[in-house]
């Protein structure tokens, strides 16, 4: 059995570009939750994906998107990078079936991809 | 608003002395909560949900509604407990985990 696997793990870029971040589930899982995580605070939840559709969001603008796709992997996309979007990047894979079952929402966390906007 | 709050940034105690790392909540349905651990270098990873009623590592919590808090608790800390711990709350009707800030646990030797 994998685990969640995100790439790549440091990135430098700067204001105004963009930048895809990958991620691949735990084996099994079906759910992909994605994470902001700046420095000295808690993971604030970005959006989550359930069979390749959008399945709840945070209060991200809309140039944070994403995709999922059939095998489950998912990519986060940021345009127009700004100085604050510096942070940890975290994906989580759950196989709670995009559900509110009590005791689905178990998540499985990558290592994270640390962006760094200059 | 739904909200976690851990009030403490640092909690430094001696190996073998009682922890218990605070976490309150603002929620107004039935929560399912959760505490997190990050060890160092390593990936944030479950600890323990209040659902299960277990105890993990010899730690535990207990969702007191009353309170509107998931305190974690150990009775005698080990060095190898020295992590970040962040305390989460699912609320029903979210499709998202909301995280409080963290607390950072030394112990000491």
């Known amino acids: 059995e994998t685990g969640v696997t995100q790439s790549p793990t440091h990135l430098i870029k700067t204001r105004g570009q963009q930048v895809t971040l990958r991620c691949s589930s735990q084996?099994?899982?079906?759910?992909v939750s994605w994470y902001q995580q700046a420095l000295g605070q808690g993971p604030q939840f970005i959006f989550q994906?359930?069979?390749?559709?959008?399945?709840g969001r945070g209060n991200f603008p809309p140039r944070f998107s994403g995709l999922q796709f059939p095998n489950y992997s998912s990519e986060l996309n940021v345009n127009a990078l700004e100085l604050d979007d510096s942070a940890l990047y975290l994906c989580?894979?759950?196989?709670?079936?995009?559900?509110?079952?009590?005791?689905?929402?178990?998540?499985?966390f990558g290592a994270g991809s640390r962006l760094t906007v200059l | 608003a739904q909200r976690v709050t851990q009030p403490e940034k640092l909690l430094s105690v001696f190996k073998g002395a009682p922890v218990e790392l605070k976490c309150n909540y603002s929620?107004?349905?039935?929560?399912?909560l959760f505490w997190y651990v990050q060890y160092s270098r390593q990936r944030l990873q479950l600890l323990l949900r209040h659902i299960s009623r277990e105890s993990i590592k010899g730690f535990t919590a207990d969702l007191n509604k009353g309170e509107t808090s998931f305190h974690l608790k150990k009775p005698f800390a080990q060095e190898e407990d020295s992590a970040m711990y962040y305390c989460?709350?699912?609320?029903?009707?979210?499709?998202?985990?909301?995280f409080g800030a963290g607390t950072r646990l030394a112990v000491h030797p």
């Open positions: 989460a709350l699912f609320g029903s009707g979210y499709n998202k985990l909301i």
């Open positions: 989580a894979s759950s196989s709670g079936a995009g559900t509110m079952r009590a005791g689905a929402n178990v998540l499985t």
């Open positions: 084996s099994g899982h079906n759910t």
């Open positions: 929620y107004s349905g039935s929560p399912e």
């Open positions: 994906y359930y069979r390749e559709e959008e399945n």
